[in-house]
Nanobody, 125 residues
Framework: KLVESGGGSVQAGASLTLSCAASGRPFDSFALGWFRQAPGKEREFVAAVSWSGGSIYYSDSVKGRFTISRDASNHMVHLLMNGLQPEDTGVYYC????????????????????WGQGTQVTVSS
C-alpha cells in the first residue's frame, strides 16, 4: 500500500513537500517514483529513485526545482518541490516499480506495479 500526503494549495514560488508511506509489501526492494496528472492531461513522470537511493531521475520540467529522497528506515519517499508554478498543478501519485529493467523504464507509468491514491497540488499565480 502506498499513501501520499502533503498536498495543498499554494502561491507561485512557494514550496511543498510530498511524502509517500509504503507498507504491506517489500517496497524496500522497489524503485519508487512520482507522477502527476493535470486536468484533461495524461499522467506524466516527475521523479524516481532506485531502491538503494543511488539512482535518481527527474523530468526536464522539474529538474533543479524538485528533489526526491528516500527514507529507507521509515519506508518513505519524499518529494521536495521548490519554486512551484501554476503548471505544476495536478494530482501527484506515488508509484512502485519492482522490475529489473527499471532504469530503462522509469519514466513510463505502465512500468509501475503499485500506485497510491494521489494528493492534490494546486499552484495559483
Amino acid at each position: 500500500k502506498l499513501v501520499e500526503s502533503g498536498g495543498g494549495s499554494v502561491q507561485a514560488g512557494a514550496s511543498l513537500t510530498l511524502s509517500c508511506a509504503a507498507s504491506g509489501r517489500p517496497f524496500d526492494s522497489f524503485a519508487l517514483g512520482w507522477f502527476r496528472q493535470a486536468p484533461g492531461k495524461e499522467r506524466e513522470f516527475v521523479a524516481a529513485v532506485s531502491w538503494s537511493g543511488g539512482s535518481i531521475y527527474y523530468s526536464d520540467s522539474v529538474k533543479g526545482r524538485f528533489t526526491i529522497s528516500r527514507d529507507a528506515s521509515n519506508h518513505m519517499v519524499h518529494l521536495l518541490m521548490n519554486g512551484l508554478q501554476p503548471e505544476d498543478t495536478g494530482v501527484y501519485y506515488c508509484a512502485a516499480n519492482g522490475g529489473t529493467a527499471w532504469r530503462r523504464t522509469y519514466g513510463l507509468s505502465s512500468a509501475y506495479d503499485y500506485w497510491g491514491q494521489g494528493t492534490q497540488v494546486t499552484v495559483s499565480s
